[in-house]
């Protein structure tokens, strides 16, 4: 069972940028699809981007293209997420997720505040 373990979250003003990682608990990691979801409060969790195998393919939510910039670094089991030009809309926790042969994995979650 893959274990997944985001880090980088925090408080920001609006018009900042944070970086989220996500680090996996074993090698397969790298051959699995990878991403990142988002939940608000009051709201259900919503898709924001993902990341092929090899990273040669990404796939944005229409929220964030143009602003997030997803990237995977195979060699050290990890995923990140850059987020720039921050909106207070962007407030959720964010959880990356693995897609394994059996099954879909998440992390814990971490907190993303932005502030007007």
């Known amino acids: 069972q893959v274990q997944l373990v985001e880090s980088g979250g925090g408080l920001v003003q609006a018009g900042g940028s944070l970086r989220l990682s996500c680090a996996a608990s074993?090698?397969?990691?790298?051959?699995?699809?990878l991403g990142w979801f988002r939940q608000a409060p009051g709201k259900e969790r919503e898709f924001v981007a993902r990341?092929?195998?090899?990273?040669?393919?990404?796939y944005y939510a229409d929220a964030v293209k143009g602003r997030f910039t997803i990237s995977r670094d195979n060699a050290k089991n990890t995923m990140d997420l850059q987020m720039n030009s921050l909106k207070p809309e962007d407030t959720a926790v964010y959880y990356c997720?693995?897609?394994?042969?059996?099954?879909?994995?998440w992390g814990q979650g971490t907190q993303v505040t932005v502030s007007s």
């Open positions: 997720y693995a897609d394994s042969p059996s099954g879909r994995f």
């Open positions: 990341i092929g195998w090899n990273g040669g393919s990404t």
């Open positions: 074993e090698r397969t990691f790298s051959a699995y699809p």
